[in-house]
């Protein structure tokens, strides 16, 4: 059971010599949120492996005490940083695909386009927070409740693609839905690969055009 020991400035020093989370009993002098993002953005650019503790607390500029009274451990805290990705990035992105009023073809460019732009902001880390996170799994490094919501985001997309080309009116009129699961497949193929090639520095405009490309490959002319 966790332990909470009220002291005051000494707390850091006694979680370092005791590993027990130390707790002030005064009033945070953090927003969570604001912290939360911080947090986001560190795993954004080195992913779970690579993000230590001290980059985690130095970025949401709080201590290693206040950051496990608030939010948990390492993990604890990369799934509910993963959760806010997902639901403040991601989640945006797949709403365009449904959005009324809007032909099939230029949802899925809006879609695309959407993410493509997100990947190459220079206001966050390049490329994508889940593609690089998820392409750390193979290392068995990832512990198994940042694992399991790592894979759960893995499939969301493929789901909502595959959904997509099958039930929408206008892609069964298309014949798309024949292929719905191999379609939905391309999509996030590419989406995968615009990521990493965000991360690696290639120009917005030359992944926009891969969009055109993926389009005319599943017959939406």
């Known amino acids: 059971m966790t332990q909470t020991i009220p002291v005051g400035t000494i707390q850091e020093k006694l979680y370092i010599q005791t590993g027990v989370i130390v707790v002030s009993g005064r009033k945070k002098s953090?927003?969570?949120?604001?912290?939360l993002n911080a947090a986001m953005a560190v795993f954004w650019q080195k992913g779970y492996v690579g993000a230590t503790l001290m980059d985690l607390t130095t970025r949401m500029g709080i201590n290693k005490p206040s950051m496990y009274s608030?939010?948990?451990n390492k993990e604890a805290l990369f799934v509910k940083a993963t959760q806010c990705y997902i639901d403040t990035k991601m989640k945006p992105h797949m709403a365009l695909l449904l959005e009324e009023g809007v032909a099939f073809k230029q949802r899925l460019k809006n879609h695309m386009l959407s993410i493509v732009s997100m990947q190459c902001d220079p206001?966050?880390?390049?490329?994508c927070y889940l593609a690089l996170c998820q392409s750390?799994?193979?290392s068995g490094d990832i512990p198994e409740q940042a694992e399991q919501i790592l894979k759960e985001a893995d499939l969301m997309p493929s789901k909502l693609y595959t959904e997509l080309f099958k039930n929408d009116a206008e892609s069964i009129a298309l014949g798309l839905?024949?292929?719905?699961e191999s379609n939905g497949l391309s999509i996030y193929t590419l989406l995968k690969g615009t990521a990493a090639m965000a991360r690696s520095g290639i120009d917005k405009s030359q992944l926009e055009y891969s969009i055109d490309?993926?389009?005319a490959g599943i017959s939406l002319h």
């Open 30 to 35: 953090f927003d969570e949120d604001t912290a």
């Open 177 to 180: 839905n024949k292929n719905a």
């Open 70 to 72: 608030a939010f948990g």
């Open 123 to 127: 206001q966050h880390a390049m490329g």
């Open 136 to 138: 750390e799994l193979i």
């Open 213 to 215: 490309s993926i389009i």
